[in-house]
């Protein structure tokens, strides 16, 4: 059976420390047909010294000054040519080098899988799973408590997947999943840890604008009352998971 082609996607800026963990995650995969995508925002801190080292095994390459960060994913979108995308930003890892294979390996032609994901901190520790665990079932609706699947840990279908609304600038990549569960027939559980996890990304960054924007996607997608109520519990889950281990890990 024809394997499909998936097109990973890596965007960077200035991040000369992990890039190449990066990188090798996803060229060092055991499966065969990947389309590795490099969109790098004009680093000037040594980045791009170590994306030439492995320019000859990407499909494609840029580097240029963008505007943001979904600018620059929307900007390898336009490029990719798979039969499914996968965002791995400068930072992250694809978990393991079998990864790729034993995901297709699941099911047929699914439009959306998904999977687990572990956290690391700054010094590459890891920090244990994500507190929103990947639901047992996935369907847009699933992000009402939260975003319960990592970006890096979802593999969608190209053919469903748009272009990033710049009108966010810090939680498109929700308005994005969403977008594509809610055109999906078919989405997969996994039932693996698919993704390595680093945190302090710019969402962290800008945690309040980020969450003041995710609030605004959720009502858009499940009303203002259901949002606020499930805030609500959003919150009070947030407070116990806190008290209980002294950290977030959202």
């Known amino acids: 059976m024809l394997q499909p082609k998936l097109s990973v996607i890596t965007i960077v800026y200035n991040n000369v420390r992990d890039i190449e963990r990066t990188m090798l995650s996803v060229l060092n995969q055991t499966y065969p047909n990947i389309e590795y995508i490099l969109i790098d925002g004009a680093s000037t801190d040594g980045t791009k ?3 030439y080292k492995y320019k000859s095994r990407l499909a494609q390459f ?3 000054k963008d505007k943001g960060i979904y600018d620059a994913m929307n900007k390898g979108l336009k490029l990719a040519t798979g039969d499914y995308v996968l965002f791995m930003n400068s930072g992250d890892e694809i978990y393991a080098p079998e990864t790729v294979t034993d995901i297709f390996e699941t099911a047929p032609g699914a439009d959306i899988y998904y999977g687990e994901t572990e956290m690391f901190n700054d010094n590459w520790q890891s920090l244990g799973q994500r507190r929103h ?3 047992e079932c996935f369907s847009w609706r699933s992000f009402k408590h939260g975003m319960s699947i990592s970006h890096q840990a979802i593999y969608v279908k190209r053919s469903l997947a748009e272009p990033y609304d710049l009108e966010y600038k810090y939680s498109s990549d929700i308005d994005w999943i969403i977008k ?3 055109k999906a027939s ?3 559980n996994t039932q693996l840890y698919v993704a390595k996890y680093l945190v302090g990304g710019i969402s962290k960054q800008k945690h309040f604008a980020s969450l003041k924007e995710r609030f605004l996607i ?3 997608y499940y009303g203002l009352i259901p949002n606020l109520v499930n ?5 009070i ?3 116990q998971y806190y008290v209980k281990h002294k950290k977030t890990n959202d």
């Open 49 to 51: 010294d170590i994306i």
């Open 62 to 64: 840029i580097s240029e």
């Open 133 to 135: 665990r990947a639901p």
């Open 180 to 182: 594509a569960a809610k």
């Open 186 to 188: 078919s989405i997969v």
């Open 218 to 220: 959720f009502q858009k």
């Open 231 to 235: 805030h609500f519990w959003i919150a």
């Open 237 to 239: 889950n947030l407070t």
